[in-house]
């Protein structure tokens, strides 16, 4: 299912790259050896993705990953699956209200669903 969830975002990557003629939106990637040795080359690249203009998605895309960012990913999608279905008093405990930082599942719920379904006995399909 990884797989082609990437292959729907580089999908819509290619198709708002390619409908750019019009001045439209485009999703902003950025190569991960650029990241690590020179981050502050990056801010045209951030100010495209993140800006407060029209055509600013709030999307970067990491390209040219390691290899063992692929086992990291899948990790983290199942971590994710696992918090998303505790008790509610369990995960308010993630909630910093100082700060922005807040579990949002509720509205991500029907996103994770569709990442992992659930087979009828309830447990996750893979």
């Known amino acids: 299912m990884t797989r082609k969830l990437i292959r729907t975002i580089l999908s819509l990557n290619h198709n708002l790259q390619t409908s750019n003629a019009m001045g439209a939106p485009r999703v902003v990637s950025i190569s991960y ?3 690590v040795s020179s981050p502050l080359s990056l801010g045209d690249s951030i ?46 405990r993630y909630t910093d209200p100082g700060s922005s930082y807040r579990y949002v599942m509720a509205a991500h719920k029907q996103s994770l669903e569709l990442i992992f379904p659930k087979a009828s006995d309830g447990h996750m399909v893979r």
């Open 33 to 35: 050896p650029t990241l």
């Open 47 to 92: 100010e495209q993705a993140f800006g407060s203009h029209p055509q600013a998605l709030g999307i970067i895309i990491v390209k040219d990953l390691p290899v063992v960012y692929q086992s990291y990913r899948e990790s983290l999608l199942k971590y994710a699956y696992k918090f998303a279905h505790l008790p509610e008093e369990t995960k308010e």
